[in-house]
Structure formats: structure tokens, C-alpha cells
């Protein structure tokens, strides 16, 4: 079992800089990638970005060079720091981890998060 709890949403001008964190908590030694994903109104979720357990990361073309996902492995967090924010990033975010325990049974579970709001405003 994992859980995620996010935080560091809120509103923000356009051109403007928040960070986002995810502290995971539970058994964290079998999360093999965090990702953060996006929900706009009227949209599907989708993938914003994601860090491997060895510290690969990759990121959707939309926000590629604004936005950096990183892990601090000490306080079981991983961020979200997302620059140059534009209208169109509007969106609850989601942080989710993929969990696999193969003694357990157990490959590619994903917890989730609550979710945070970002409102981007011009």
C-alpha cells in the first residue's frame, strides 16, 4: 500500500513559476516511477511527466523546458517545479505512483493521489 498526498497548487499569473510536491508514504521501497498527471475541465487526464526510481525522466512535448520533475528520495517527495506557466496548464494535477511487489503478486498497481489545483490566470 502507498499513499500520496500532494500540495503547493493555487493560483497564479501567467508567466509565473509553482512548485508541486508529492509526499508518498507506506511501502515506498516498491514504487518503480512517480508521475504527475493533469485533468483540464472537459479533458482526460493526461501525463505531464515521470521519474524512474534510478532518476530517468520524461516529460509531455506541451511542457517540455518549463516544467522539471525531480525526487528527493530523504523525504519520499518528489516535485513538480513548473515555469513560465501558461493559461492552457490549468488543470487539478495528480500525483500517482506505480507499485509493483512481485513477492506479493503484485505488478503495476498505481495509487493516486487527492489532486491539486492550478489556475494559470492572464
Known amino acids: 500500500q502507498v499513499q500520496l498526498v500532494e500540495s503547493g497548487g493555487g493560483l497564479v499569473q501567467a508567466g509565473g513559476s509553482l512548485r508541486l510536491s508529492c509526499v508518498a508514504s507506506?511501502?515506498?521501497?516498491?514504487?518503480?516511477?512517480m508521475r504527475w498527471h493533469r485533468q483540464a475541465p472537459g479533458k482526460q487526464r493526461e501525463l505531464v511527466a515521470s521519474i524512474t526510481s534510478g532518476g530517468s525522466t520524461n516529460y509531455a512535448d506541451s511542457v517540455k523546458g518549463r516544467f522539471t520533475i525531480s525526487r528527493d528520495n530523504a523525504k519520499n517527495t518528489v516535485y513538480l517545479q513548473m515555469n513560465n506557466l501558461k493559461r492552457e496548464d490549468t488543470a487539478v494535477y495528480y500525483c500517482a505512483a506505480r507499485y509493483s511487489d512481485p513477492g506479493l503478486g503484485i505488478y503495476g498497481r498505481d495509487y493516486w493521489g487527492q489532486g491539486t489545483q492550478v489556475t494559470v490566470s492572464s
Open positions: 507506506g511501502n515506498i521501497f516498491s514504487i518503480n516511477v
